[in-house]
């Protein structure tokens, strides 16, 4: 390793102050020489004070650029860092007293920035391995809760719907309406619970179970809109959902995750839609490649995408400021406005609806005002 040569400080003071010294005489003296009058005079000694300060400016900078290259070296040290610790340890080849006592000093410093750097990093690694283990051991405990919970609630689901099929007995109408409401909780539960082990199942890394074929995009979100049409309407929401005529639906992909994200979509500009009179537009476009620039760019289209079917639903709800826009599809986050607002929510569903498009071979994406609302598009690959 090349040895940084220091030199002795005192010998640059007293080099320094020769010259100097030395240069100072001779400019006095060449003054006087050629000085003719007062004002000849006056003029050749702001010429030599100039000359002065240029000469002391370089004189202190060459005393002290040693120092400065030492404390550069500190300062420029991360203790994170082994490479740079390395480097604050180089050694120096001192010529004199006082530099070898600094250099022996700076050696030490870095020794021991090295072992605290070492210590740091195994009790970083440690407690990586520490928090990984919990994670872990936390992720394997809710997903065999949430599949727990299903068989006792498709079991309840199944009572429930005995016995409104009067199979078991006469059903009055209020005993139908109380059947209505816990059938409708214990399908609220059962898609809980389905949600929550494949948001486990996504944050583990691993792939979505996906069934990929040929459905029609349109009849899922007639089914899905369908189920939505009460809850809307009790919000005193419209759900505007219109059929396109010119758009094929057919998609390659799996039914049931296509239903899903139609379902997530839905249920979220619901959700953060406040006040009557509100619209919720659900609406089919087509990429062929040869949309504007501008089209492109209203809706925020990936330029990697075409020849795709793009499920677009729009609210005139809350929105999301754009200090938390990258963190949308983060598992069980929720904006500000959502939690002030009291609003019920999981912080899952884009993240499925993310997984299970890109799963697809599709992409997913967002425009979003605060205060006015947002658009979620969901492109899938034509069949």
Same mark, same amino acid.
């Given at each position: 390793m090349p040895h940084t040569p220091l030199q002795s400080i005192r010998g640059r003071i007293l080099l320094c102050l020769a010259l100097f010294g030395s240069s100072l005489t001779v400019l006095v003296m060449f003054a006087m020489a050629v000085a003719n009058g007062w004002a000849s005079g006056i003029l050749f000694l702001g010429l030599i004070g100039l000359l002065f300060g240029a000469i002391a400016?370089?004189?202190?900078?060459? /005393?002290?650029?040693?120092?400065?290259? $030492?404390?550069?070296?500190?300062?420029?040290?991360? +203790?994170?860092?082994?490479?740079? !610790? *390395?480097?604050?340890?180089?050694?120096?080849e001192a010529?004199?007293?006082?530099?070898?006592?600094?250099?022996?000093?700076?050696?030490?410093?870095?020794?021991?920035?090295?072992?605290?750097?070492?210590?740091?990093q195994q009790e970083i690694d440690r407690t990586q391995q520490e928090t990984a283990e919990a994670t872990g051991t936390l992720s394997d405990f809710m997903y065999y809760i949430a599949h727990?919970?299903?068989?006792?609630?498709?079991?309840?689901?199944w009572s429930v719907e005995t016995l409104k099929n009067e199979e078991a007995g006469q059903v009055n109408e209020e005993q139908r309406e109380i059947l209505d409401k816990l059938e409708y909780?214990?399908?609220?539960?059962?898609?809980?619970?389905?949600? /929550?082990?494949?948001?486990?199942?996504? $944050?583990?890394?691993?792939?979505?179970?996906?069934? +990929?074929?040929?459905?029609?995009? !349109? *009849?899922?979100?007639?089914?899905?809109a369908g189920r939505w049409a009460v809850p809307v309407r009790q919000k005193g929401l419209r759900l505007d959902w219109k059929h396109p005529e010119t758009i094929p639906g057919k998609i390659h992909a799996d039914p049931?995750?296509?239903?899903?994200?139609?379902?997530?979509?839905i249920d979220n500009a619901i959700r953060y839609s406040h006040g009557a009179g509100k619209t919720i537009a659900v609406r089919l476009l087509q990429l062929k490649g040869k949309e504007s620039a501008a089209e492109r760019k209203?809706?925020?289209?990936?330029?990697?995408?075409?020849?795709?079917?793009?499920?677009?639903?729009r609210d005139e709800g809350i929105g999301i400021g754009a200090e938390e826009r990258e963190r949308m599809f983060h598992a069980f986050f929720r904006g500000s406005d959502a939690r002030d607002l009291w609003v019920d929510g999981k912080g899952i569903g884009l993240t499925l609806t993310k997984a299970i498009a890109q799963g697809m071979n599709g992409d997913v994406w967002f425009t979003s005002s605060k205060g006015k609302g947002t658009s979620m598009f969901v492109a899938f690959p034509l069949a």
């Open positions: 400016w370089h004189l202190s900078t060459y /005393l002290t650029c040693d120092v400065r290259r $030492l404390a550069r070296r500190v300062i420029d040290t991360d +203790p994170t860092d082994p490479q740079s !610790v *390395a480097i604050l340890k180089r050694p120096f010529t004199s007293l006082e530099t070898e006592e600094l250099a022996h000093a700076l050696h030490g410093f870095g020794e021991r920035m090295e072992t605290l750097t070492g210590s740091l727990t919970l299903r068989t006792p609630l498709n079991a309840i689901r909780s214990t399908v609220k539960l059962v898609s809980v619970a389905s949600e /929550l082990q494949d948001a486990l199942i996504v $944050l583990r890394g691993e792939p979505l179970r996906m069934r +990929p074929l040929a459905c029609n995009l !349109v *009849a899922l979100i007639d089914e899905v049931e995750r296509v239903s899903q994200i139609v379902n997530i979509l209203a809706w925020k289209i990936p330029p990697s995408l075409d020849r795709m079917l793009v499920l677009a639903v």
